[in-house]
């Protein structure tokens, strides 16, 4: 795989340099047709649209797991409540 280098605006006073490299997918003739001209009309293009849509779902996930760890710390380090499970159903409904 190839690796280009490349700087990159964050808003309108940050620029990053970004390593970058070219992938290739497949899609629908008219998809592809219609993104170009979805893209054009955003003074955009398709590579953009697909990385910054990427870069959307990978970091959505990254979020999700970061939670998902987060919470599952919390119950493992929340206090004991003293309940201990009934041993049956029936016991579990006597008054």
């Not at 940050?14 to 009309?41: C, H, P």
Request: charged residues 40%; positive net charge; proline residues 2%.
């Amino acid at each position: 795989m190839l690796w280009r280098t490349e700087t990159v605006q964050v808003d309108e006073h940050e620029r990053i340099a970004m390593e970058s490299t070219n992938i290739t997918i497949r899609v629908d003739r008219r998809l592809a047709q219609d993104a170009k001209i979805w893209a054009a009309k955003r003074g955009s293009s398709v590579s953009r649209l697909v990385a910054k849509e990427l870069e959307r779902l990978v970091r959505r996930d990254e979020h999700f797991e970061a939670a998902r760890t987060r919470a599952l710390r919390r119950l493992n380090q929340a206090p004991e409540l003293g309940w201990e499970k009934p041993e049956s159903r029936d016991a579990l409904h006597e008054r």
